[in-house]
């Protein structure tokens, strides 16, 4: 399997299309899903090619990693979430849609379920979300 440089995510990274940033470093980015799952539901990517899991480097996980870390712990104070699922799918079998490496952070409160997947959000309420986050990582 080879990258593509024509996935979605390849296009925020060039700004070929919109995406709500939340944070960025020199190695990776986080920007909101627009299909959220739960609120505060953003996507950490590295800004290096690679399909997934299995062709990363260990450079470029260590580097979502850290990110995916410090947004979860943003979202927990700033969203007062009660807890973070982080998921990650490989290939199409393995549930995987876009295919440039990317972690899930879902923001969880206890006793509400994740919604279904591939429900368009909300723009405004997305867009008031990724302010609280991004005051947090300030
Ligand atoms: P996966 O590849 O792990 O199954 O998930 C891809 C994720 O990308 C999904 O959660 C989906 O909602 C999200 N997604 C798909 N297209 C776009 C897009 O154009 N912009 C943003 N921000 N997220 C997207």
């Given at each position: 399997m080879t990258y593509d440089d024509k996935n979605i995510f390849a296009k925020i990274l060039r700004a070929e299309i919109p995406a709500t940033r939340v944070y960025e470093d020199n190695d990776t980015l986080c920007f909101m899903d627009i299909f959220p799952r739960a609120d505060g539901h953003c996507l950490v990517i590295p800004k290096t090619p690679c399909r997934n899991l299995l062709d990363a480097s260990p450079v470029q996980l260590a580097g979502v990693m850290a990110t995916t870390q410090k947004v979860a712990n943003a979202a927990m104070a700033a969203l007062e979430a009660d807890g973070i699922t982080v998921q990650q799918f490989n290939e199409g079998p393995g549930?995987?849609?876009?295919?440039?490496l990317h972690f899930h952070i879902l923001p969880r409160w206890t006793g509400v379920s994740l919604r279904p997947p591939g429900q368009p959000g909300d723009m405004a309420r997305i867009g008031e979300v990724a302010d609280k986050l991004r005051a947090a990582l300030i």
């Open positions: 549930g995987q849609e876009v295919f440039h």
